[in-house]
């Protein structure tokens, strides 16, 4: 069974500064997805990033980056120019690609309060 | 396209009634999976359908259900209430083999009395 850890259960970081949250999960599968979720107030999951394992070039989607060390099993998710649209709590989720079945396991999240 | 959609989005329920959540794809997606939500349990899962089948279930017992339609629309069902089984239900829905970045739903907040 896969498990995913988020060591950091709440940080905070001012507003247009960088934060950097933390996740690490434990598997044996070799094909695998990695995602970061953000669950604002309002409870709607919302996607945020997503890496395939099989890539070595780490992921990026405007603000958003990720450092994905396969070797460590280490998936940490960037938030560059940190908004007040960013307070939220942030899941790490792995994804067995080859399980043949779109099972999500999740960390139990981090709560990120971006200060003004 | 229209995101994910759940209803009811609030449900209060006393203990041994039973409930059904129902959850709408986005179109054209043909995996349906259902999470359930609590701050002491966090996020677990319960069941994926696939054009109509289950893949694959949590562990959770025999008295959570669910079943997928030909529209791809799924419903779960709980029966016999527990107060434990209060909790926010997500649903959420992929292409499939195509793609399977699950697109979650705004959920359905049951309260159990």
């Known amino acids: 069974a896969q498990t995913v850890t988020q060591s950091q259960p709440e940080m905070s970081v001012q507003e247009a500064e960088t934060v950097t949250l933390s996740c690490t999960y434990d598997t044996s599968e070799s094909n695998y997805y990695l995602f970061w979720y953000k669950q604002p107030p309002s409870r709607q999951m919302i996607l945020v990033i997503r890496?395939?394992?099989?890539?070595?070039q780490n992921a990026t989607e405007n603000r958003f980056s990720v450092n994905f060390q396969k070797a460590a099993k280490s998936f940490s998710l960037k938030i560059s120019d940190s908004q007040l649209g960013d307070t939220a709590m942030y899941f790490c989720?792995?994804?067995?690609?080859?399980?043949?079945?779109?099972?999500?396991?999740f960390g139990k999240g981090t709560k990120l309060s971006v200060i003004p | 396209k229209a995101g994910v959609t759940q209803t009811p989005r609030y449900l209060i329920k006393t203990r041994g009634q039973q409930v059904t959540l129902s959850c709408s794809p986005i179109?054209?997606?043909?995996?349906v999976s259902w999470y359930q939500q609590t701050p002491g349990q966090g996020l677990q899962f319960l069941f994926e359908?696939?054009?109509?089948?289950?893949?694959n279930k949590g562990n959770f017992p025999g008295r959570f259900s669910g079943r997928q339609f030909s529209n791809s629309r799924s419903e779960m069902n709980v029966s016999t209430l527990e107060l434990g089984d209060s909790a926010l239900y997500l649903c959420a829905s992929s292409q499939g083999l195509a793609s399977p970045t699950q697109y979650f739903g705004p959920g359905t907040r049951l309260t159990v009395l």
């Open positions: 989720a792995f994804m067995n690609s080859g399980a043949g079945s779109y099972q999500l396991t």
């Open positions: 359908y696939f054009s109509e089948t289950q893949r």
């Open positions: 179109s054209g997606h043909r995996s």
């Open positions: 890496q395939e394992a099989y890539k070595q």
